[in-house]
């Protein structure tokens, strides 16, 4: 039988917290995405990107966007959120915001964009759709994470052999989601680092 994105999701929030960090920290032995940066490095943090023209302030408490864009392909997009020694970052704000089903970002309302803050284990999910492409950009969300009285991060995630992300100005393979595909979907994973 294959695996759903709800199976995958439930699997993360099952995994051990100290399996986690485990992985996190000896991902440079045997990576999964060899550029992804490694919690253990003081000097690898999540890269920052810019926000873009669609940010919008008062995004809603929302971590279940499918239902803005139900003709969309779903995706289920999770991680921690990890500080430079591999500690979780619980109360972490974690916000998303993306183009829709056909490369449109809502500029009126908050379609497709939310926010909500990571569990005590640090953890963080959404479920939405795979965002369209957007003129002379590749596929990508939007994020800002910010620790509790920390310094906002925001950035871009991006999705693995996309054509288009070796002419993207903005692509980077360290911003890389890790992507699965179910039988009802797809499972993104990004840990973030800050």
Not at 1 to 29: C, D, G, K, Q, Y
Not at 146 to 168: M, S, V
């Amino acid at each position: 039988m294959p695996s759903t994105r709800r199976s995958l999701l439930m699997a993360f929030l099952t995994l051990p917290l100290i399996e986690a960090a485990r992985m996190r920290a000896f991902a440079h032995v045997a990576p999964e995405l060899p550029l992804t940066p490694a919690c253990d490095d003081e000097d690898e943090l999540t890269l920052e990107r810019e926000a873009g023209p669609f940010f919008r302030l008062n995004s809603p408490l929302n971590r279940d966007l499918y239902s803005d864009a139900p003709g969309g392909e779903r995706i289920t997009v999770a991680g921690f959120v990890f500080d430079n020694r591999c500690r979780p970052l619980g109360g972490s704000l974690v916000e998303i915001w993306h183009a829709d089903e056909n490369g449109d970002y809502d500029s009126v309302g908050f379609r497709l964009r939310g926010y909500q803050f990571a569990d005590t284990q640090g953890r963080w999910w959404f479920n939405t759709i795979v965002p369209a492409l957007y003129p002379r950009r590749t596929r990508h969300f939007h994020f800002k994470v910010q620790r509790p009285g920390g310094r906002l991060l925001t950035t871009q995630l991006y999705f693995p052999g996309e054509a288009r992300n070796a002419g993207d100005r903005l692509f980077d393979e360290a911003l890389l989601l890790d992507i699965k595909q179910t039988g009802d979907g797809k499972f993104g994973r990004f840990d973030f680092v800050i």
